[in-house]
């Protein structure tokens, strides 16, 4: 099973400890556990807290995760009866040594450049996933996986890439995404699905200038946006949801 891709609503999920705090209340509202990152030391400040640079879910009970905040990660996650392995090799702070497990998923296949973690690339052979090659390293980050099919980006050769494979794909400009440090954040940082026709979303699409473009590729999958009125987009990392 895709873990990016449920069918049921999440019991917890895994989140930026940088989140707004209004965004805690929120889960914490819909009854729904939250685990805050650690910021990982082998990684740029602005992303050391992102969920999506140090973990990888293989499956919803199989994750990979970075020697370097493994041990927080083990405690964190043992009584969800997760196995938890580490990466075969830790990340570094520069590209491509940072973008080993920003590895995205869609169907039964995984998107990334030839930088995976070599760990997760015998994983996914094992697990009968295709590989669909891009030039983009950051490939978790650059997609909003709505559902088990259809994905967001702004990177136009993951979205040239995914029709060529008969996979929906919707392009949308870059950029009024806040990412501290960064110029803009992506996409792919700013939610993650919750439920298989619920999508949280860090920011309010009314506060986003591509919102109302987000707001209608989710009306036509009956996808129910979830998110705190009023916040901005903010990549954040997206979410890694556990059932």
Known sequence: MNPFCIDRDCNAIIISNRADRKIFS?????????????????????VADHPDM????????????????????????????????????????????????????????????????????????????????????????????????????????????????????FLIPPGFIKLEGYEYGFIGGVGGLIGSKRLFLSGDPNEFLYGNDLINILNKYSIEPIYVKGLPFVDIGSIICIL
């Open 26 to 46: 929120l889960f914490e509202s819909m009854g729904i556990m939250t685990i805050e990152t650690i910021d990982n030391p082998s990684l740029p400040k602005p």
């Open 54 to 169: 140090s973990i990888h879910p293989v499956r919803k009970d199989l994750f990979v995760i970075d020697p370097m905040v493994y041990d927080y990660y083990y405690e964190k996650l043992s009584p969800y009866r997760i196995e938890i392995i580490k990466a075969s090799k830790n990340l570094g702070e520069r590209y491509p040594h940072d973008c080993r497990l920003n590895i995205s998923r869609i169907k039964n296949y995984y998107i990334h450049n030839s930088y995976s973690d070599p760990l997760l690339s015998n994983l996914f052979e094992l697990e009968s996933f295709k590989k669909i090659e891009v030039k983009q390293g950051y490939c978790k980050c650059s997609t909003l996986i709505i559902n088990c099919d259809t994905i967001v980006t702004s990177d136009k050769g993951i979205y040239k890439s995914l029709l060529k494979n008969n996979i929906n794909s």
